[in-house]
């Protein structure tokens, strides 16, 4: 199985269809959020589609550090609205914490997660590590 390369006339339809840029305004910030979220929703992106998802993700990101602070939320309750986001039950994240046991204490709050399943749970969620901080 080999690395796919990305295609630049395909990336520059996609950039030219979205139009990315530095976000100044809410407005485009709920613009190209709505993008990133059908990017990332998809269940087999290609290699261009997963690359304006990454730059839409950093735009974002930097949007929204700059002018929305979050509130302080426990890691369990971001763990907890992620999965019911996307439908998820405890079992789904076994691959992450590797028992029942460490999942349950995990998700009700009980225990912190370790950097291992902080690391784990970004991937998996596709977002910032620091959110499960």
């Known amino acids: 199985m080999g690395?796919?390369?990305?295609?630049?006339a395909k990336y520059g339809e996609l950039c030219a269809a979205v139009i990315p840029?530095?976000?100044a305004n809410d407005r485009e910030f709920e613009r190209l959020s709505k993008?990133?979220?059908?990017?990332?929703?998809?269940?087999?992106?290609?290699?261009?589609?997963?690359?304006?998802?990454e730059l839409l993700a950093k735009l974002v990101q930097d949007y929204d550090d700059r002018h929305h602070e979050l509130p302080d939320v426990p890691p369990h309750e971001v763990i907890r609205f992620l999965m019911e986001q996307r439908g998820l039950r405890q079992a789904?994240?076994?691959?992450?914490?590797?028992?029942?046991?460490?999942?349950?204490?995990v998700i009700n709050g009980k225990r912190e997660?370790?950097?291992a399943h902080i690391r784990k749970l970004a991937e998996f969620f596709r977002v910032p590590a620091d959110v499960f901080i």
Do not use: Q
């Open 3 to 8: 690395v796919k390369t990305l295609n630049p």
């Open 21 to 23: 840029k530095i976000i």
């Open 35 to 53: 993008k990133l979220e059908e990017l990332a929703f998809k269940l087999t992106p290609t290699t261009e589609e997963t690359a304006l998802a």
């Open 92 to 105: 789904d994240l076994l691959p992450i914490f590797d028992s029942r046991s460490v999942a349950s204490d």
């Open 113 to 115: 997660p370790s950097k």
